[in-house]
């Protein structure tokens, strides 16, 4: 794992059993059992290249970096109450809690394309299927009759969350929400794989930890 490049002909092996290992070498650490909506907190990284930053995990690469901040589905709320806008998660902070937010942050400071298909993203929890990103399709599971509705959540997710892949180019940054579903059942601790995040002709396979708490 030391430079954490994998081989296009077998992406995304290597970040999902680096998830692995690291879910079975914390299991013992943390013994809180989350029971309501969920909170997470970064776990310090040991891994070479990973830093903790204000709350953020970040991964420097050759030229580019990485950021993964867990957010509380409450200021996921406020923000668009704040707006007026139409919350693609919910109506309200209860509606809201069922789904886990990360600032996803994507730094390029290389002279080359940096590529994020957020559908190569997942949420890894020990002896269980990871979990893919929310998309912009899946707000009509929730849409019932409303479509008119529903097109509107669909716009709001679409500017503020990732849906599709990005592309970063040259000197340019890009923010977005990455969304899951929260998972049933107890959870201690979780990690978001990033799988093939490519830099031109090379692909990265990243890892964040982070620890899970009841919310409120």
């Excluded at 296009?8 to 290992?21: C, D, H």
């Excluded at 290249?49 to 204000?54: G, I, T």
């Excluded at 049933?184 to 979780?190: C, F, L, M, S, Y």
């Excluded at 490519?198 to 899970?212: G, P, Q, Y």
Aim: aromatic content about 10%.
């Amino acid at each position: 794992m030391g430079s954490f490049v994998t081989e296009p002909r077998n992406p995304g092996r290597a970040g999902r059993l680096a998830a692995v290992a690291l879910l079975a070498a914390l299991a013992a650490a943390c013994a809180t059992r989350p029971t309501g909506p969920l909170l997470l907190h970064p776990v310090p990284p040991t891994l070479e290249k990973y830093a903790l930053s204000q709350g953020a995990i970040v991964f420097s690469g050759p030229d580019f970096r990485v950021s993964a901040r867990p957010w509380d589905y409450r200021l996921v709320a406020e923000e668009f109450r704040r707006l007026g806008e139409s919350c693609p998660f919910g109506e309200d902070d209860a509606a809201v809690g069922r789904f886990l937010f990360f600032r996803v942050l994507l730094e390029n400071r290389s002279g080359r394309t940096l590529v994020f298909n957020p559908m190569r993203a997942s949420l890894v929890r020990e002896g269980e299927a990871p979990l893919a990103p929310m998309e912009n399709s899946d707000l009509f599971a929730f849409a019932g009759d409303d479509l008119a509705g529903a097109e509107a959540r669909g716009r709001a997710f679409r500017r503020t969350s990732f849906d599709g892949t990005a592309t970063v180019r040259p000197g340019q940054t890009l923010e977005r929400y990455l969304v899951f579903r929260s998972p049933p059942g107890t959870i201690r601790q979780i990690v978001l794989a990033i799988d093939d995040l490519w830099l031109d002709a090379k692909s990265f396979d990243l890892v964040f930890v982070f620890e899970a708490f009841p919310g409120k």
